[in-house]
């Protein structure tokens, strides 16, 4: 067993499931996932994690990727009352670092070590080599990063894209958004690209329409959607592929990504036959004038299920080069 100070705790913070891995020695260990919902707090589901798999292990460090803003090492999930708080939990569990970042930066990170077997092609374009890549994925929330490579250090610029406002492309949506905007004043991209997006797109369909159909949450949507039960599930999932769609030419346009645009999050990997089916490329590519920009740029849904700890793997390495590099100087 490696010895216990090489160990640190990885994490993927959303707002439904939280996951928690060890890294040691640069190796990934399993993958546990715990229900937000389970948890009054942060804190209480890092100590099931480590009570139930670290007794015999020393964890010195952790490094959490969270749904939300992060500021001041702090963090309160956009969709969730959990708050992260980076001294919190070095004084909880004896942590000598703690860092925390938005998910969609570790994801963003993950990008360059993707294989093809990691992803699921949605449309044509050849990526640009040395050229910025943009990730966007829909769960509970929409995220949204770009990863810009460098010959010396890359970097990633985060963002709170997914709350940019959603403009509408045909009168259908501006019927839709304007009941959204009826509801909620401000209509984000999130309100509609998101599990609760989906549900929101189900809901207006239903009022706009006229028509009765029974009250589903996402996955009862997708489900009935993709089994051909529901004419309305059909239709809201309809509409959440070609809104994505729309989002993402706009993410590819904003980032200048000609490296490829990818489609992360809990939603997408599970709709690769029918988003490639979909309206989603018509509509990433519908830009006007644009549209050979847009056509020239590969979109890919990634369907490795661990994407974001890759990018957590990478800042670890990259932090531990840094901290030998400094020990050989002095």
């Known amino acids: 067993m490696d010895m216990p100070h090489e160990y640190r705790l990885l994490g993927d913070i959303g707002a439904t499931n939280v996951r928690f891995a060890l890294l040691s020695n640069g190796l990934l260990g399993p993958i546990k996932w715990f229900t937000v919902a389970d948890f009054p707090r942060f804190t209480d589901a890092v100590n099931a994690f480590l009570d139930c798999h670290c007794r015999q292990v020393s964890v010195r460090e952790a490094l959490l990727a969270v749904a939300g803003p992060v500021d001041n090492d702090r963090c309160v999930l956009t969709n969730s009352a959990w708050i992260i708080d980076a001294p919190e939990l070095s004084a ?33 374009g050849e990526a640009v080599l040395g050229a910025p890549m943009a990730v966007l994925g829909s769960g509970t929330g929409l995220g949204v990063a770009c990863f ?51 549900e929101n797109l189900y809901r207006a369909v239903i009022a706009i329409d006229g028509i009765e159909a029974p009250k589903r949450n996402a996955a009862e949507i997708t489900n009935a959607a993709l089994d051909g039960t529901c004419p309305v599930a059909r239709a809201a999932l309809d509409l959440f592929c070609a809104m994505l769609g729309t989002i993402a030419g706009n993410v590819a346009l904003l980032f200048g990504a000609r490296g490829g645009v990818f489609i992360a999050g809990g939603i997408a990997p599970r709709l690769t036959e029918y988003m490639a089916r979909s309206e989603f490329r018509a509509r990433f590519e519908h830009k006007g004038r644009f549209r050979q920009y847009l056509a020239s740029i590969p979109s890919s849904i990634i369907v490795h299920p661990a994407a974001t700890f890759l990018g957590l793997r990478s800042i670890a390495k990259r932090s531990d080069r840094l901290d030998r590099t400094g020990a050989e100087r002095h």
């Open 148 to 198: 810009v490579p460098a010959s010396q250090t890359s970097i990633v610029i985060a963002s709170e894209g997914g709350h940019a406002t959603m403009a509408a492309t045909s009168d259908r949506e501006d019927a839709i958004i304007a009941h959204l905007r009826r509801q909620f004043s401000h209509v984000s991209a999130e309100r509609v690209a998101s599990g609760s997006g989906l």
């Open 92 to 124: 909880a569990f004896s942590f000598a670092k703690v860092h925390i970042l938005n998910d969609f930066e570790a994801t963003a990170l993950s990008l360059p070590l993707l294989t093809g077997a990691d992803l699921y092609p949605v449309g044509g």
